[in-house]
Nanobody, 126 residues
């Protein structure tokens, strides 16, 4: 089981990035996913979550109305579209998977997740 996050980079405030999380070694249709981030000197925090079938999504208040999580099981990928980026969004972003499971709930606690990607750096300059 592997998760490969990509799409990070250096952008200016107000610009956009799209993060991708490529899943391999398992059938992602049985997994819920989450995006987390960790800034220097801070604890890892949840950004967004998506249920196994994609019908339920949840966002941290700090990114609501700016970020959009989505999944494409056919492409074995989960995405995080980040618009109107702010300097406070600067962090290493991680994707995580929980499963296999059969329900459609969301998982906000990072300790619930079974697999983690290596992280991709997002830097937003003011």
């Amino acid at each position: 089981v592997q998760l490969q996050a990509s799409g990070g980079g250096l952008v200016q405030a107000g610009e956009s990035l799209r993060l991708s999380c490529a899943a391999s070694g398992f059938s992602m249709g049985y997994f819920a996913f989450g995006w987390f981030r960790q800034a220097p000197g801070k604890e890892r925090e949840g950004v967004s979550y998506i249920s196994r079938v994609g019908g339920s999504k949840l966002y941290a208040d700090s990114v609501k109305d700016r970020f959009t999580i989505s999944r494409d099981n056919a492409k074995n990928s989960v995405y995080l579209q980040m618009n109107n980026l702010k300097p406070e969004d600067t962090a290493v972003y991680y994707c995580a998977a929980k499963g296999p499971l059969y329900g459609s709930r969301l998982y906000e606690n990072p300790r619930d997740y079974d697999y983690w990607g290596q992280g991709t750096q997002v830097t937003v300059s003011s």
